[in-house]
Each structure stands twice: as C-alpha cells, then as structure tokens.
C-alpha cells in the first residue's frame, strides 16, 4: 500500500489531472478524465481517481480504485469499479473497465448490464446496442431484450427495434409492466409519426415525438450538418424567438383541434413574462398554476428553472399526471440535462440560454464583451415587448432544412391521436436523440 500512494501516473493526460489534485483541484482533475479515457492506462487511471475519490469522500469509490490500481487485471476489482464509478455519476471510466470485464468474463449477466448501464448514461445508445445484439441469442428478455429495444429505439435504429421488440415476451414480473407500457407508447408514437416524418438522422422533431411525446416547435438554423441537427448549443434568446415559439404553439393547437380555456401561470419570473405574452397570442385568460384544472395550457420558460424555485418541486410533482385537457408547453427545454418531466410542446431545445430579460453578453466597441443588467421591469411590459417583436426566423447558416409551420402542422395531424392520449404520466423525458446515437 505504500508503494502505492507514492506512484505517480506517466500519462501526460493524467499527469496533468494529478497536478490538477496536487492543487485541491478535484473537478479540473476530472476534466482531464473526461475526453480520450477509453485509451488511457487503466491502472494509471485508477490511481488518479482512488486519489480524487480520496479527496471527495467517496470511500466506496477510494476503496474500489485502490484495488484496480493495485490489480488492473483482476476481473472483480474491474466490475467493482466501475459499479462505482456508476453510482458516483462518472459512468465515462467506468465503460473501458467494465470493457476489459466482459473481455475476462464474457458470460457475466452482472457485467454485461451494468457496461450497457455506463453507455446509457454516458447517451452511447449505438454502442449499448451493438454489445447486446452480439449477444442477442443468449439474452434473457427482462430486462436484456428490452434494454436492446430501448437502445436501438435511441439511437435510431428502429427496425432493429421492431424485430426485437416482436421477439419479447411479456415480463412474468409486475415490476416491468410500467416499463413495457412505456416502450410499447414509443413504439406506437414510431407509426404514427412514420408517414410524414423520415425518422431518418437528421428527423429531429420525429424522433423527439417518439422517445418522449413531445411536438418540437422550431429548429436552429445553426450546424444542422455538424451533429447539432436542429438543437441549439449556447443561445442568448431573443423577444422574437418567443414570439415565435407560441405562434408555433397556437398552431400545434389549432391542427390538433384542442381547445384551451385558459392559460396557467408557473410562479418562475421567465415562466410568468412567458405566459402572460401566451395568455394574449391564444387570447385566453391567465390564472395561477393548479394541477387539477382541466382544459389549460401550463407555459413554462425553462422547466429546469421551474423545477429549482421554491415551490418547484410540487409543482412538478403535480406536473406528471396532468388534469385531462391540461397541455404542458416549454419554451427552451435543455436537450443535455432533460426536466424531470416531460412536455407536451416544446419551442426549442437548448444545450444552455439566457431569456431576453436575464443578463445577456454584448460586445462593446472595443471588442470585449460583458455581461448586461437584467431586465427589472414589471413582467408584462415585458411581455407586450414580446407581442410586439419580429417573429421573422434567422436565417442561420443555410444548411438547416426549411423549417416551415406547415411542416410541423402536417406532423401534427398525423400524430395527433397518440399525441391527445398523453398518456405520459410518470414518464421522464428521454431528451432528443443526440447526434452521437447516429455515429
């Protein structure tokens, strides 16, 4: 054990992430673990995460990545770390450990799920299906059968799906029946959304409507053909992209014959501005969030933000199984850290926003750029600026397909029997289907 603690790693990648904890620097440390760890030494790896793990008081974590450091080919000590490196959040050096684990004990159940586990977390849906597919005679159906169904329905390979999912049998335990409902309504959603949508690589309002439910609004209009495939990266959002997600939420409505009598506003400052500009474009009125009223429109700017004010967790609590006629619509819903419960309508998908009336980054004339003061005006001056914005779309790079409103009125129509029967209570959303589910 002494010898141990007083090695140090020879990688330059881990060398670096072990100075960075020579500076109590236990997240830069990490970072330099997080991109390229599949090809790193995984004794050398394991000795900078005992280390960081030490630091943290994650003693399961310590414990596991000492005895990988000391026996790096030990099939036990693999599998135990990276069942800890799962249940401590970093499932990315897990996966080369637990690789190298099912190389040792190719027969192992326990190792094959808990590697298909690590891929899910880390969105690596191909690989997590490729694995189970080469195995795919030997598979028990709960949940291995069903795990392929799931993972080829992520990463878009749905007849894959469709031939696999034909093959499961029903689960002789009541502990799957919620998880079998769920996979059978993506499924459904899948041949409702087929005749006008390709579900093809580049479907991204298709395939947000199968894996979750929810009709997406608009596409960005930047790095269409660089993976981002109509999602936003960093957006500063403006009073006219507002604008413009509720026109595209009334006309979702209007094709599919729903017929609000109300809009409900969330308590979130974003997600009041939001709804009373919504209140005025559907022209309804706008009453305080309730979870038992029927026949509204719930707006909510960001449902992360919602889910962090003070009452946000009851409201999304009450958000899950929602009154009969209540449509739950999201603005700007973050496709890398998904809500906790799932839209029925979304404007855009973001990797990371800032509304209109938060502070915003501007260039100065000098060329440096800081942040602006927030917007303190009452919310609905803020919303008439809304009303009274250009909707007009950015034009973007030019690469994105047309993205018109006829287009997601035609989707509408057809989806819209799956889409009116909900029927997503307790469903977390999946989030879209990354661009690395296509790799």
Not at 289 to 313: I, Q
Not at 316 to 331: D, K, N, T
Not at 376 to 386: K, L, S, T, V, W
Request: glycine letters at 8%.
């Amino acid at each position: 054990m002494f010898s141990r603690r007083n090695r140090r790693p020879k990688t330059p990648e881990l060398l670096k992430a072990w100075e960075a904890l020579d500076e109590g620097d236990i997240p830069g440390a990490l970072r330099q673990l997080r991109h390229g760890a599949d090809d790193l030494p995984l004794g050398e790896v394991a000795l900078v995460v005992a280390r960081a793990a030490g630091a943290a008081g994650f003693q399961d974590l310590h414990e596991a990545a000492d005895a990988l450091a000391a026996r790096p080919e030990k099939p036990r000590a693999l599998y135990d770390f990276g069942y800890a490196c799962i249940e401590r959040g970093v499932p990315h050096l897990a996966i080369p450990a637990l690789r190298v684990a099912l190389n040792q004990a190719p027969e192992s159940v326990a190792v094959l799920r808990e590697l298909v586990s690590a891929y899910e977390r880390e969105g690596r849906h191909r690989e997590a299906s490729d694995l189970l597919a080469a195995r795919e005679s030997g598979l028990t159906d709960w949940p291995d059968r069903y795990l392929l169904v799931y993972n080829a329905l992520m990463s878009g390979d749905l007849a894959l799906a469709r031939r696999q999912h034909a093959r499961l049998s029903d689960p002789d335990d009541a502990m799957w029946l919620p998880t079998q409902a769920r996979q059978r309504r993506m499924l459904d959603r899948a041949v409702s959304a087929e005749p006008v949508s390709p579900l093809d690589r580049g479907d991204l309002r298709g395939w947000q409507y199968v894996i979750g439910g929810t009709v997406l609004g608009s596409m960005s209009p930047y790095g269409f053909d660089a993976g981002m495939a109509g999602r936003y990266a960093w957006l500063q959002d403006s009073h006219g992209q507002c604008l413009r997600g509720l026109l595209r939420l009334k006309a979702v409505l209007d094709a599919a014959g729903v017929r609000p009598a109300s809009v409900s506003l969330l308590p979130d400052r974003s997600s009041r501005i939001l709804g009373l500009a919504a209140a005025e474009v559907l022209q309804l009125p706008a009453e305080p969030f309730t979870s038992t009223r029927e026949d509204t429109v719930v707006v909510a700017y960001d449902l992360n933000e919602v889910a962090a004010a003070d009452e946000g967790p009851d409201i999304i609590g009450g958000l899950y199984e929602r009154a009969p006629g209540q449509v739950l619509h999201e603005h700007a819903s973050n496709w890398t850290d998904p809500p906790v419960v799932t839209a029925d309508s979304v404007a855009l998908l973001h990797q990371s926003a800032t509304a209109p009336w938060e502070g915003q980054l501007r260039a100065d004339d000098d060329g440096s750029v800081e942040r602006g003061a927030p917007d303190d005006r009452p919310e609905r001056e803020i919303a008439a600026d809304i009303l009274a914005a250009d909707a007009s779309p950015d034009e973007g790079d030019g690469q994105t397909p047309a993205d018109g409103a006829e287009a997601l009125t035609d989707f509408v129509s057809a989806v819209r029997d799956s889409w009116l029967r909900g029927d997503r209570a307790g469903l977390t959303s999946s989030g879209p289907v990354a661009s690395s589910r296509f790799l």
